[in-house]
């Protein structure tokens, strides 16, 4: 089988309060957003702090009905999925079907910075959140 996953794309750790966890990264370790966003399809604003060739990409909702909102209520702030950037996203969400894995998405769609995602239910993944993303 060929390798799906060329690299991770980001790291995303959800937040109560987004501007607060910007200056934090910004004052600890000199962080800076490179690009920030609301995705309303997901009821989400992200900001995007770049880590070499990745991100550690800051969620926080937009609406209390979001899967951030729901996801903050049940867990608290903190790690919320992985993203792996792949050349295809729609050959690897049939890679995961193929193996009888469970999605959220059941194609391919818009993502934050033009990109095409998916996700990959974490009760496939061994408790992880992934997210597939193509740019």
């Known amino acids: 089988m060929t390798e799906l996953f060329t690299e991770i794309d980001h790291i995303a750790i959800a937040v109560n309060d987004l501007p607060a ?33 990745s991100y550690i990409q800051l969620l926080t909702p ?17 790690l919320h999925h992985v ?21 959220i998405d059941d194609a391919p769609r818009p993502g934050s910075r033009g990109t095409t995602v998916a996700f990959v239910h ?5 408790g992880t959140l992934i997210e597939l993303v193509q740019e």
């Open 21 to 53: 966890a910007i200056a934090w990264y910004e004052e600890a370790f000199g962080a800076t957003v490179e690009h920030q966003e609301v995705v309303d399809s997901d009821g989400v604003e992200e900001a995007l702090l770049r880590v070499a060739d």
């Open 62 to 78: 937009t609406r209390e009905d979001s899967p951030v909102a729901k996801y903050l209520a049940n867990k608290g702030e903190g």
């Open 83 to 103: 993203g792996y950037r792949v050349k295809n996203c729609a050959e690897a969400l049939a890679a995961v079907k193929a193996t009888g894995g469970r999605v």
């Open 122 to 126: 974490p009760k496939t993944s061994f």
